[in-house]
């Protein structure tokens, strides 16, 4: 049993994780962050009775959460926006040099060797977990507070109450839908009882993707149908806070994954034909006003554009055999770089090489800028790119996936040829032709899962957990693995361990088989 310290302590670090985020998130706003909240900073000090009390605190409590994970290169494996980079190379997208040489031994951290993990990996889950709980801390404090008609003492406005509420149950759900992803069944903390968090046994992945479903159906139901501004009472023209599409988006891929074609299509279709979104030229679908963009998070690091350029975008010496993090050892994969052919044009526009001791390194260049790579970035006006988070792309091939699993075969031809029209960018249709509209299901199906490789590589994990949805990752890594330098497959590893910290802290989690 727990001591009466330890307990007081657990009780205590809630309460501080939520004053923690908010000071974080201030600070980031004042070093660049300019779009992403209007506010003034809050005049007087924080209370736990105070911090959702007025819109100001309340709006930067969940906007210190966006600038956090933005503020973080994806050059630590501790925060969100590694998932690119591990489960890429997790998969077939990308690899690293034999010979490389890293502090944490990455090598190890990320799959690449499968040799005997140690459980002291990926520590994904630590972020997703923090992420998610101060989600959870969120929406408490914000359903305890008494909105202006109320309690006219309070400065809380239900507009505003009501559109933090939906936007903190989005990112608990796509905190969620990546772990359970990632790690299988997980605990479902959904209380701020640290104590009663700190027991809880996995929850079935079924009972997960429910409550996944649940929060994006009441963020739906709660989101603004437009873009606001950071002080969320005017329209943006940015892309950078939840609003319904964005609630649909995940909705539409949690649908696919779950098997609900129908729901899957009809969310897919809802975001598909709002005018606001469409399919853009190839070079300009990441930038930051980019029209495809559905969900983007705005760099707030000081005058910097996205980590992916910095981690992805190789130097003419190719990938680094050694470094403190994460930045450069990664190179596309033979067999991704493969796939494409010759003239497609995302081979050409999102995909680059250089040469180095005659061996060629194929790296991705969805995003052109980065903090090593543009050094003409001097103040926040000349940030051209935002993290993208959901864009129009992946709406077709769910929509095209969803309609073939139910046998609308013409309809399913017509998205995937929707995605195949843009690749080809105005050149000739003999490049990237469509497809017949005369394949049969399982045709179709595989020409979905080849244009998700070919539109979707290197973005938030998407080939690996495909793999894994599609039953697919036992055949397809027992090839790539060796073919990599990772020695054999076990399927095992198609499922990461836990942190062996959260083993040790919680005596009802088990160890994913195989670790």
Known sequence: MASKNSIMKLESKTTRNIFRTLIAGLLLISMGCEKL???????NSLTSQNVFSDDKTA??????????????????????????????????????????????????????????????VIPIWNDLY??????????????????????????????????LLGEAKFMRAFCYFYLVNLYGDVPLQLTTNVVENAKRPKAPKDEVYRQIVKDLLEAKSSLSANYLSGNLSTVDTERIRPNKSVASALLSRVYLYM???????TEA?????????????????????????????????LYRNTGFGRIFILTASGPASAAANLAKIFYLNE????????????????????????????????????????????????????????????????????????????????DVNTIRTRARSGAATTIVPNYPLTLNQQEILDAVSLERRLELFTE??????????????DAVMSLATPLKGGGSWS?????????????????????????
């Open 37 to 43: 909240v209007e506010v003034d900073p809050p005049k």
């Open 59 to 120: 709006i930067a409590t969940i906007t210190a959460l966006y600038a956090r994970i933005a503020s973080q290169l994806p050059n630590n494996l501790e925060n969100l926006s590694s998932i690119s980079a591990i489960a890429g190379l997790s998969a077939d997208e990308f690899r690293i040099l034999p010979t490389l040489t890293l502090n944490r031994q990455p090598h190890k951290l990320l799959f690449y060797y499968n040799n005997t993990l140690n459980a002291e």
């Open 130 to 163: 923090r992420s998610a709980n101060e989600v959870t801390n969120i929406i408490e404090g914000l359903n305890a507070q008494a909105v202006t008609t109320e309690n006219p003492s309070s400065m809380l406005t239900a507009s505003v109450k009501q559109q």
């Open 259 to 265: 098997g609900n074609w129908s729901s899957a299509e």
């Open 269 to 301: 279709t809802e975001v598909i034909s709002k005018t606001e979104y469409t399919l853009v030229p190839l070079n300009d679908a990441f930038l930051k006003d980019s029209r495809e963009a559905i969900f983007q998070l705005q760099p707030v690091a």
């Open 335 to 414: 067999a991704q770089v493969n796939v494409f052919a010759a003239q497609d044009p995302r081979r050409i526009n999102w995909i680059s090489s250089v040469t180095n001791a005659g061996k060629t390194y194929y790296f991705p260049m969805k995003y052109k800028k980065g903090l090593a790579t543009d050094g003409t970035v001097t103040s926040t006006g000349q940030i051209t790119e935002y993290m993208m988070i959901l864009r129009l792309g992946e709406q077709y091939l769910i929509r095209a996936e969803a309609r073939a699993r139910q046998d609308k075969l013409q309809d399913a031809i017509s």
């Open 460 to 473: 938030w994990g998407d080939r690996w957990l495909d793999l894994k949805r599609t039953g697919r990752v």
């Open 491 to 515: 399927p095992h590893q198609a499922l990461y361990p836990l942190f062996y910290t959260e083993l040790r802290f919680n005596p009802n989690l088990v160890q994913n088989p195989g670790y």
